[in-house]
């Protein structure tokens, strides 16, 4: 069975300094990759989407990136925080090519930023 | 005017309840619909989805669309306090659209002893 793993589950970091949150698939080949972030009363945001290693689609202008360094690792990565980066951060993934697409999710990373 | 519309709730029900949760939509491309669980600090978890109108029932939950009305619902029968979580709604485009979903903001449900 398919599993993803994110982590760390909590990670409080002060204004300026660089982020980087992993996210690992493990029993599926080629999956579709995307990172959100939840706030409250606003329901998930998608940040970045991925179809394949190094192919990688932005939906928001922030400052975030993502990387695809390998097919079932998803990276989110920041060199300098803001208090507005706060939040929920959580990863997804979904069968590539197949009509009926359901996305499942990791447990996600609470960001604090102070 | 936001795409998908649900109301944040918090709903609050006695053990056995019948819950009825809802969303509209506005974007009529919508034609793949998603109901997620969540509880507090984890990531949702599906519980259905479908992509014809009509009702699609898995154990006690039954999941309801509307699309000439553009609204869906999620029933829950016999509901048990393990059932208090918040639940999204998510819909999708059928084909293109990288498979992008759309989400509510959720509705938190709480189930009394």
């Known amino acids: 069975s398919q599993t993803i793993h994110q982590w760390p589950a909590t990670l409080v970091q002060p204004v300026g300094s660089p982020l980087s949150l992993e996210c690992t698939v493990e029993?599926?080949?080629?999956?579709?990759l995307y990172w959100y972030r939840q706030a409250a009363g606003r329901g998930l945001q998608l940040l970045f989407y991925?179809?394949?290693?190094?192919?990688i689609s932005s939906e928001v202008p922030q400052n975030l990136s993502a990387s695809r360094p390998q097919d079932r690792q998803f990276i989110l990565s920041s060199k300098k925080l803001l208090l507005s980066d706060s939040g929920f951060y959580l990863c997804?993934?979904?069968?590539?090519?197949?009509?009926?697409?359901?996305?499942?999710f990791g447990d996600g990373t609470r960001l604090s930023i102070l | 005017q936001k795409e998908v519309e649900q109301d944040p709730g918090p709903l609050s029900v006695p053990e056995g309840a019948i819950v009825s949760l809802n969303c509209t939509y506005s974007?009529?491309?919508?034609?793949?619909f998603m109901w997620y669980r969540q509880y507090s600090r984890k990531g949702p978890e599906l519980l259905m989805y479908?992509?014809?109108?009509g009702n699609k029932e898995d154990g006690r939950f039954t999941a309801q669309v509307d699309k000439s009305s553009k609204y869906i619902s999620l029933f829950i029968r016999d509901s048990q306090p393990s059932d208090s979580a918040t639940y999204l709604c998510?819909?999708?485009?059928?084909?293109?659209?990288?498979?992008?979903?759309?989400f509510g903001t959720g509705t938190q449900l709480k189930v009394e002893l």
């Open positions: 997804a993934w979904s069968v590539l090519g197949t009509r009926n697409q359901p996305q499942h």
């Open positions: 029993g599926t080949s080629n999956p579709n």
């Open positions: 991925s179809v394949g290693i190094g192919q």
């Open positions: 974007n009529s491309a919508f034609q793949y």
């Open positions: 479908t992509y014809s109108s």
């Open positions: 998510a819909m999708r485009i059928l084909t293109g659209g990288g498979n992008k979903l759309t």
